[in-house]
Every structure is written in C-alpha cells, then in structure tokens.
T-cell receptor, first 113, second 110 residues
C-alpha cells in the first residue's frame, strides 16, 4: 500500500505558466482534499471531492481548478500561476467525510517566480 | 464562520514532563476534534479523534480530553521525549471536511 502519493515533489514556475498536480490514493477512499500550507497560516482547504466525478470549493479556491475523473485520482490545476501561489501543497484522502481521519501525501513544494 | 484556535505557537517542555496543548473551537455540533502530528517537510499524520460525547481518549502516552462547555480540547503527552518534538495540529470535523488550527510547535528539551 503506497497510501497517498503526490507528483511532482518540487516545481518552479514562472508567473503565468500553468501546471497540474497529481494526487493518487490506493485505499479506495471516497473523499479527497487539496490543501495549501503557508508559514503562519496553517493548512487551508482549496478544493475537495466527496466522490468520483464531484468537486467542491474550500476556503481558498480562487486561481485553482480540480478534477476527479477516477476515484483514486484528484488533480489540482493552476491555469495562470501567480507568486501568491508559492506554497506547499498537500493532498489528503479519507474513507468518508470530516468525521474520519485523513491520510496525507508527502506534499509538493511549488515556487512561482 | 467556524474557527479553531490553538493558543500557543510554540511550547518548550523539559524531557520527562507532561506536555499539554490547547485547542478551542467556535460553536459547532456535533463536534468531533482531531489531532495530527506534523514533522518538518512531511505531511500531517493522524493521532486521535474525540467526539463531543466522549470526555477522554488515550493512545499509549497520548491523552485527549474534550470539554464541550468550554469548547476546548486538551492534548497531553506524558513522559515526553525529544522524539515527540514536532508541530501538533488540532482540527474540527465539519460534515464533509475538517478545518485546521495553525498548530503548536512543541520542543522537548533534553
């Protein structure tokens, strides 16, 4: 069991470039989440999904899009990167909703110059 | 909007003593609180979940208590060790998602 994996681990983008972060889980979890973590701000929810084909906005969704075409994958897209999106991004999954523990991936460190 | 607060950014505790971390939340019911550990450069790892109808939960040297009157959870590490040094995150379960506090950086001093 790999648990939750994230690709890539590190990325540097120029302002205006686009990219997609991939999250995969092999635990057959229904719910998946994307967070960003910034110093002094804690973990903030960007978007989440309660099942294959569904997505919902979190606390800080602007500038990001997501897709959940397959149950095991959750993609986070940045269409036009901005320096304010420099952060560490974590993906997580849980069996069901907020009452269940979340399993986190190792994170992606993104720098936008 | 719901809020969850951890009142200490950082805490230094002498090895062997009990470390106690505090988490407060605004009015939400049913309230389930989760505690996670995060080491530098890694994702958070789940430790314990406590429900509002439970007063206490234990796991090895870890203990979590819940006071619904104060809207507060306390997280205790007994017989603390330098390996317990990490950031500890409190989180409030809200139906489909959870919201995290900003965390407390715990340093266990040898």
């Amino acid at each position: 069991n790999a648990g939750v994996t994230q690709t890539p681990k590190f990325r540097v983008l120029k302002t205006g470039q686009s990219m997609t972060l991939l999250c995969a889980q092999d635990m057959n979890h229904e719910y998946m989440y994307w967070y960003r973590q910034d110093p002094g701000m804690g973990l903030r929810l960007i978007h989440y999904s309660v099942g294959e084909g569904t997505t919902a906005k979190g606390e800080v969704p602007d500038g990001y899009n997501v897709s959940r075409l397959k149950k095991q994958n959750f993609l986070l897209g940045l269409e036009s990167a901005a320096p304010s999106q420099t952060s560490v991004y974590f993906c997580a999954s849980s069996l069901q909703g907020g009452d269940y523990e979340q399993y986190f991936g190792p994170g992606t460190r993104l720098t936008v110059t | 909007s719901q809020k969850i607060e951890q009142n200490s950014e950082a805490l230094n505790i002498q090895e062997g003593k009990t470390a106690t971390l505090t988490c407060n939340y605004t009015n939400y019911s049913p309230a389930y609180l989760q505690w996670y550990r995060q080491d530098p450069g890694r994702g958070p790892v789940f430790l314990l979940l406590i429900r509002e109808n439970e007063k206490e939960k234990r796991k090895e040297r870890l203990k979590v208590t819940f006071d619904t009157t104060l809207k507060q959870s306390l997280f205790h590490i007994t017989a603390s060790q330098p390996a317990d040094s990490a950031t500890y995150l409190c989180a409030l379960s809200m139906h489909d998602k959870i919201i995290f506090g900003k965390g407390t950086r715990l340093h266990i001093l040898p």
